[in-house]
């Protein structure tokens, strides 16, 4: 389940990280409320925030809006693809597929297989300038947020150390 991943090791400003517990994409994992939380995100990119348009990277026209519904269909999984795309852009290494993993205990390591940085931590750093630049700081309250199902809501009030579908290695 998406959750707020605590005595990690680095400091982010004393924010929440957020973090999901298994994989999310084309042919993973996908538990519902693990995909709310990267619905969520993605949308607070590209929609609520405006964040993503401002940088040069507009909402996908072909596409519909995300909903933070927990299905990871095909909305889901091009936004999840056009974001690396977007990071790729931008001179971040990530790997180019439809799959988000769960980081680590430590938000800036790599993967051993891919050599590239977990998208995970990508998006939420990226949701995180976001919030930074919106009139309204919502994002440390995400849990209690109108527009977010109580299934998500009641996850991210949990607190663990780490995500038991982060795999050493990958």
């Known amino acids: 389940m998406a959750f707020v991943q605590g005595t990690v090791p680095f400091n982010l400003d004393g924010r929440k990280v957020y973090n999901i517990d298994y994989s999310v994409g ?30 040069g990277f507009p909402v996908l026209s072909d596409v519909p809006d995300i909903a933070v519904d927990g299905a990871c269909g095909p909305t889901t ?30 938000v800036t390591q790599k993967s051993v297989v891919t050599k590239t940085a977990y998208t995970m931590a990508h998006l939420l750093e990226t949701a995180r300038h976001a919030d930074d630049e919106a009139p309204l700081k919502s994002l440390e309250l ?25 795999r050493p290695g990958t």
Do not use: W
């Not at 619905?39 to 929609?47: A, D, G, H, N």
């Not at 209690?144 to 996850?155: C, G, I, R, T, Y």
């Open 26 to 55: 084309d042919g993973q994992h996908n538990r519902k409320d693990d995909v709310m939380l990267v619905q969520k995100l993605l949308r607070f990119v590209f929609y609520e925030t405006g964040y993503g348009p401002k940088k």
């Open 77 to 106: 999984r091009r936004y999840i693809v056009y974001f690396k795309q977007c990071l790729r852009k931008t001179g971040y290494s990530v790997y180019p597929d439809a799959i988000i993993l769960p980081f680590g205990p430590d």
């Open 142 to 166: 995400l849990a209690n947020q109108p527009d977010v199902p109580p299934e998500l809501s009641n996850s991210l009030k949990q607190v663990k150390p780490k995500a038991p579908g982060y």
